[in-house]
């Protein structure tokens, strides 16, 4: 199994920017995905989920509106569309496979079991 994202930048307050992963060694369309963010000295922050049609996206209060998760199965490639992004969206952006059905809900709390692998992340980086 293999998670491979790209797309983090450096880039401005309110501007935008498209992450990718694109996954391997699986059936991806098989399986729920999630984006899942970690700011430098913070813990894992989740962000956002997709079922594995992609036709239920969930996303934590703080990117609601902002952020939105797409995927498609016959690419093998997640996506996360980041729009009016803010200073604090700067962290280190991870995809990952979800092992179960988490109940994602605005006010999810990351736990990390809920996944099985994860990709090495990508950097995005947001001045003021």
């Known amino acids: 199994v293999q998670l491979v994202e790209s797309g983090g930048d450096v880039v401005q307050s309110g501007g935008s920017l498209r992450l990718s992963c694109v996954a391997s060694g699986f059936t991806f369309g098989q399986y729920d995905m999630s984006w899942v ?7 894992p922050e989740w962000v956002s989920g997709i079922n594995r049609i992609g036709d239920r ?3 934590a209060d703080s990117v609601k509106g902002r952020f939105t998760i797409a995927r498609d199965n016959a690419r093998n490639t997640l996506y996360l569309q980041m729009d009016n992004l803010k200073p604090e969206d700067t962290a280190v952006y991870y995809c990952a496979r979800d092992r179960s059905h988490p109940p994602y809900s605005g006010s999810y709390q990351f736990v990390g079991n809920e996944y099985d692998y994860w990709g090495q992340g990508t950097r995005v980086i947001v001045s003021s």
């Open 37 to 43: 963010r970690q700011a430098s000295g913070k813990g």
């Open 57 to 59: 996206t969930y996303y």
